[in-house]
């Protein structure tokens, strides 16, 4: 089964959520499924991140995304994870390590840091030992490895 029919199965299991979108100049939107609503403006254009998000998401066999946090060796170490791709952060970790420049930007080419990142990825599946990709948040730039990894596979 291809990654992409995987996420498709695994679809039906998601919670339904609200989030909170901030826009580059500061603005902020509530979403919840399609509708969205501009919520209290913010001093500031970027997500600030007040608490640890250290529970890596299982994505499928062997793949896990997160935050930042989740590169704390305890974490690491409780999810029995032996692999780390860091997106646009680097982070000091005692793993197998691989370290893409990426910006959270519109512009950004993911393309190319796809093309950085699938071999990693894939060569820690197949030795079936897992790997955390993980940016700041754990939200925009990992979340899209992730998933547009799948187009990029060498398999």
């Known amino acids: 089964m291809s990654f992409l029919d995987e996420l498709r199965t695994k679809k039906h299991t998601l919670r339904p959520t609200t989030t909170i979108l901030t826009h580059l100049d500061g603005r902020k939107f509530e979403q919840s499924g399609a509708e969205s609503t501009q919520v209290a403006t913010a001093q500031y254009g970027f997500i600030v991140d007040n608490k640890p998000d250290n529970v890596p998401a299982k994505i499928t066999d062997y793949l896990y995304l997160g935050s930042q946090d989740c590169c704390d060796s ?3 170490q409780n999810y029995q994870i032996e692999n780390v791709l860091s997106v646009g952060i680097q982070v000091e ?3 197998n390590h691989k370290y893409v420049e990426c910006l959270d930007l519109p512009e950004t080419d993911l393309g190319q840091v796809l093309a950085q990142s699938v071999s990693f990825i894939e060569n820690a599946v197949q030795k ?3 790997i955390l990709v ?3 948040a754990g939200v925009s730039r990992s ?3 992730v998933i547009g ?3 990029y596979s060498t398999e």
């Open 74 to 76: 305890t974490v690491l």
């Open 93 to 95: 970790c005692d793993r």
């Open 128 to 130: 079936q030992s897992n």
């Open 149 to 151: 990894q799948e187009l």
């Open 143 to 145: 979340a899209s490895i």
């Open 134 to 136: 993980h940016c700041n």
